[in-house]
């Protein structure tokens, strides 16, 4: 009876909107252990922002997304700004789609999501480069590189998502978090 009212507590908890998410400035209160793995499975999005080294994951909560938890980038390379060309070091920024084929469990970086670098709009600026990942091992020329233990969880959600109906997994990535005093500058 306990475990159905806290299932039902929390389902019943106000939703914060996507947007409110988005500006939110306040640090990430990690979801209990239990909780996540009632949500695995759910539609996820991916956040990335570079200068903060964060990715924020998403998990779909009826009509909305709400933050799951957030993960520090060991490394990133080459700074603020799109990546141009293949062999600049440098990370990607825009906005791309993760399908089923583009995860690499036997990555060579221990587990890794391909975020389909170049994207339309990357190739019709004359962008190019290739095999640009989300992945463990905390070393990167152009990815974006977690813990192992981090990879570990984001891998397993993107993976339930896509395997429960989800066609794609949306990332965003961006040079930094959309604030008013990060715009100004």
Same mark, same amino acid.
């Given at each position: 009876?306990?475990?159905?009212?806290?299932? +039902?507590?929390?389902? +019943?908890?106000?939703?914060?909107?996507?947007?409110?998410?988005? !500006?939110? !400035?306040?640090?990430?209160?990690?979801? !209990?252990?239990?909780?996540?793995?009632?949500?695995? $499975?759910?539609? &996820?999005?991916?956040?990335?922002?570079?200068?903060?080294?964060?990715?924020?994951?998403?998990?779909?909560? $009826?009509?909305?997304?709400?933050?799951?938890?957030?993960?520090?980038?060991?490394?990133? @390379?080459? $700074?603020?700004?799109?990546?141009?060309?293949?062999?600049?070091?440098? @990370?990607?920024?825009?906005?791309? @789609?993760v399908?089923?084929?583009?995860?690499?469990?036997? !990555?060579?970086f221990?587990?890794?999501?391909? /975020?389909?670098?170049?994207?339309?709009?990357?190739?019709?600026?004359?962008?190019? $480069?290739?095999? +640009?990942?989300?992945?463990?091992?905390?070393?990167? &020329?152009?990815?974006?590189?977690?813990?192992?233990?981090? /990879?570990?969880?984001?891998?397993?959600?993107?993976t339930?998502?896509? &395997?429960?109906?989800?066609?794609?997994v949306?990332?965003? /990535?961006?040079?930094?978090?959309?604030?008013?005093?990060?715009?100004?500058?």
């Amino acid at each position: 009876m306990r475990k159905i009212a806290f299932f +039902l507590a929390m389902l +019943l908890m106000p939703c914060v909107s996507f947007a409110g998410l988005l !500006s939110s !400035s306040s640090p990430v209160t990690p979801v !209990s252990k239990e909780y996540k793995q009632q949500l695995m $499975g759910s539609p &996820v999005y991916i956040q990335i922002f570079k200068e903060e080294r964060t990715l924020d994951l998403y998990v779909k909560m $009826g009509e909305q997304y709400q933050l799951l938890d957030s993960y520090k980038i060991c490394n990133y @390379s080459g $700074g603020l700004g799109p990546k141009r060309r293949q062999g600049d070091f440098k @990370s990607p920024e825009g906005f791309y @789609s993760v399908q089923r084929n583009q995860l690499k469990p036997d !990555s060579r970086f221990y587990k890794a999501i391909n /975020i389909g670098f170049p994207n339309a709009y990357d190739r019709a600026h004359g962008y190019d $480069g290739k095999y +640009l990942m989300i992945h463990g091992a905390c070393v990167s &020329v152009g990815c974006y590189a977690m813990t192992d233990s981090g /990879i570990d969880e984001i891998f397993q959600f993107v993976t339930a998502a896509l &395997v429960f109906g989800q066609p794609s997994v949306q990332v965003s /990535i961006y040079p930094f978090r959309m604030t008013d005093a990060n715009m100004q500058r």
